[in-house]
């Protein structure tokens, strides 16, 4: 026996996973991802993603230090948001721009709320949101994939608003088009979901919810309006609503926790999409549409509150 | 066919091989035995001895002091050392009567006797069990006299017997279904007779399929008891949770079972229900499991109460140089101790003894809202909640998130990846709300 016996409170065992095994899972879960960005997009994609984390990294370490604080860079989250916000950029976005970006997701994303599990808004997406703000031309200019030469063109969804070209849905599920580093390629991010599923690192509420309300909406819409509207799978396969709804969405700091308040969050998210691409200014609408019912998710918390064992009355 | 459970919990690892299969051994008399005053849910007894005054085994030596109350009796024949403040495994110290044992003398045995259930009274009943000084043994230490009597307006049409042990680690219940299966059954008759209750149930975790089957043989004429297999899942064997699993019947928030016409006992109380009742046999003695990595031979024993931690762990070969924290009961809602001095009560299941390699003590870290708490809750409440409001000092909204209805089963800070010790919070909480309602008076 040793000579001090250890007096703690009760559970003394517990699951093995922690903050930073979540975070690394989520990591894992994105290097499909990661991969098919680098095959398309090249050198341009690899530069990018570090100096996205370089910045979210050093940016974290930095301001932290600067408010005497413990720094938390090992937690993985501060790498999770750099990466993200890699994988949502424009592949021919200037490094000096993406670093930036970098800054601001984790300064005004993340540390004024107060660093981890304080924030509202997904850092990553803040991130993009202000580059989006700043640089609208650099947000909105994209290049082939697969070639070492920057030739531009446009997203699938850009070219059905103003165009009204549709790109096959093979092409999106394999990523052979223009879009941001981490979204073009459909069936990695799936695979990358369903390991976040099997690992229990994601609630199927929100992806199944915010999918489920796209691909309803817009079923209604294409059964009204084949010529006008595009096809439900164009919907889901094209621009970034499953990198969104699978890692953007399901961020656990920026989304209800109750499961009625998930469903809620999807169909909200679905809403929004649907919306801004069909009747609004821009082609795509995930980034906002998330952004969006982040700022509801206090609320939404708030009235779905469960009724507790016993609670019902009779 | 999908086995009945209730919504939420959790899967811990259980590490019930560590004894499940070593029969239930008698522990060795201490020299000395320590019996507080207050070892059940409820008023304190009141001593009936004095110092230096000789006791005979199974002798009543504190009396009950209140309807929810149960007297202790003396395990040994002896002589009273001394009533004083002792170490007591829930709280720092509490009152005792500390009786050495006389060595020459073994004491009183009880023989088993025969019962006949037609020609003994409800009240009967009811009062030899009080006397007998039974509590639930399932941990809590509730009276059993007090759950056998119902008031009139709430009738019982069912009795569950509890033999879940969803508690990782322990085996006592377990041990005590195959080896006193008959016993068992007899107590839940006399449980039944007592609240004039139709149905008997035994519920049963599936991971006692010997246990199971032992029962459904030995009950295949009974017409009116039932075993019934439920989940592997902590925790089962809570009763609001049993009750959901079994019978579908939600327990009202702040209620009691017998608010949705259930009764239900740990199978460890029945037998000792069934030894109070058939052979006048006082509540001296439990079955204690003494288990972990800390602990050389691990098992199941048969315990005098009042026998200190330190014999009963000796009894099971004693412990490895590296056991770093000691619990009684089992390690999700178990208590730790500082010192084995502290005697084996009625509410001790388990002995618990972790080595050092098994006790990471972990910094908390910021909750990341993931929300893991609130989808294991078994209470549907929300954990994250609770911990954020009592930081805030928020009493009043505590309140309204329904602190006062958390178990304490410990699922959410089990789940916490961010580490926090939920229930220390919950307890700070319920301990500043029951503050305030007492002033408010």
């Known amino acids: 026996m040793k000579d001090n016996l250890i007096i703690s409170i009760s559970p003394h065992r517990k699951e093995k996973a922690d903050t930073p095994r979540v975070m690394r899972g989520v990591v894992y879960a994105l290097m499909p991802a990661v991969i098919a960005s680098i095959y398309y997009f090249k050198l341009r994609a690899f530069l990018l993603i570090i100096v996205c984390i370089a910045g979210t990294v050093l940016t974290e370490a930095v301001f932290q230090k600067l408010r005497r604080r413990p720094i938390t ?34 300064v005004i994303g993340k540390q004024i709320f107060g660093g981890l599990g304080q924030n509202i808004f997904n850092p990553a997406l803040i991130g993009r949101a202000f580059l989006m703000a700043t640089f609208p031309v650099m947000l909105t200019t994209w290049i082939k994939p697969g070639i070492f030469d920057a030739v531009t063109t446009a997203t699938p969804l850009s070219l059905f608003k103003f165009d009204h070209n549709v790109v096959s849905t093979l092409y999106l599920l394999l990523g052979n088009t223009g879009g941001s580093l981490g979204e073009t390629c459909a069936i990695v991010l799936i695979i990358g979901g369903i390991f976040l599923l099997i690992k229990k690192y994601m609630d199927w509420r929100i992806p199944l919810s915010y999918i489920g309300t796209v691909l309803i909406l817009t079923t209604v819409l294409y059964l009204i309006k084949p010529a006008q509207y ?69 609320l939404i918390n708030r009235y779905t509150v469960p009724v507790q064992f016993g609670g019902r009355k009779k | 066919m999908r086995l009945k459970t209730f919504k939420q919990g959790i899967h811990p690892k259980y590490f019930k091989e560590l004894s499940s299969k070593e029969p239930i051994k008698k522990c060795p008399f201490p020299k000395r035995v320590v019996i507080p005053l207050s ?84 009240d009967e009943i009811r009062k030899k069990v009080r006397e007998a000084g039974i509590v639930g043994l399932g941990g809590a230490a509730f009276p059993a006299s007090v759950k056998i009597s119902p008031p009139k307006e709430k009738p019982i049409d069912t009795i569950i017997l509890n033999g879940c042990e969803c508690e990782p680690y322990l085996t006592a219940d377990h041990r005590i279904m195959l080896e006193y299966p008959d016993d068992c059954i007899l107590g839940l008759k006399i449980i039944m ?26 009950t295949k004429d009974e017409e009116n008891i039932d075993v019934e297999l439920v989940q592997v ?78 014999d009963v762990i000796e009894a099971a070969g004693g412990m490895k140089d590296n056991a770093a924290k000691i619990i009684m009961g089992g390690p999700l809602m178990g ?25 990471d003590i972990e910094e908390e870290v910021n909750c990341i809202r993931c929300a893991r708490c609130v989808d294991h809750c078994p209470m549907y409440l929300i954990p994250t909640e609770f911990v954020k409001l009592v930081k805030g000092e928020a009493w009043e909204r505590l309140n309204s998130y329904h602190l006062m209805d958390c178990i304490e089963c410990g699922c959410c800070a089990f789940v916490c990846p961010s580490k926090i010790p939920i229930v220390q919070y919950v307890n700070v909480g319920k301990l500043a709300l029951v503050n305030i309602k007492s002033k408010k008076g």
């Open chain 2, 193 to 218: 007779k007592t609240v004039g209750a139709k149905k008997g149930i035994v519920g049963i975790e599936v991971n006692k399929m010997d246990a199971y089957n032992l029962f459904c043989g030995k």
């Open chain 1, 73 to 106: 860079i090992k937690d993985g989250s501060a790498l999770l948001t750099g990466l993200l916000l890699a994988l949502v950029l424009p592949p021919s976005l200037p490094l000096w721009a993406g670093f930036l970006g970098a800054v601001m997701a984790i």
């Open chain 2, 335 to 359: 208590i730790t101790q500082s010192t084995l001095d502290v005697p084996v009560v009625k509410g001790t299941s388990g002995i618990l003894v972790l080595t050092e390699d098994e006790t």
């Open chain 2, 39 to 122: 070892q059940h849910t409820g008023a304190p007894c009141k001593p009936l001895v004095e110092k230096k005054d000789k006791v005979e085994r199974g002798q009543k030596i504190g009396k009950a002091d209140g309807f929810i109350s149960a007297p202790v009796h003396s395990p040994v024949t002896g002589t009273v050392k001394s009533i004083d403040k002792q170490p007591f495994p829930r709280f720092k110290s509490l009152d005792a009567i500390v009786i050495e044992r006389d060595e020459k003398s073994e004491g009183k045995e009880w023989k088993k006797g025969i019962l006949d259930l037609e020609k003994i009274s409800p």
């Open chain 1, 230 to 298: 595009a096809s439900p799978l164009f919907h889901l396969f094209a621009g970034g609503l499953m990198l969104g709804a699978l890692f953007m969405a399901t961020d656990p700091v920026t989304s209800p926790i109750t499961k009625k308040g998930r469903y809620i969050f999807g169909v909200g998210c679905g809403f929004l999409v649907v919306i801004i691409r069909t009747w609004g200014g821009l082609p795509e609408g995930v980034m906002y549409s998330i952004l969006l019912m982040n700022a509801f998710t206090p």
């Open chain 2, 233 to 310: 899942k902590y925790p089962e064997g809570a009763e609001k949770m049993l009750i959901k699993a079994i019978l579908s019947r939600e327990v009202p928030a702040g209620g009691l079972p017998m608010d949705v016409g259930v009764v239900v006992h740990n199978v460890g109380t029945a037998v000792s229900i069934t030894e109070a009742i058939r052979d006048d046999k006082p509540l001296i003695e439990r079955v204690v499991t003494v288990t972990g990595k800390g602990i050389n031979n691990p098992g199941n024993f048969l315990v005098l109460i009042g026998t200190p931690f330190s």
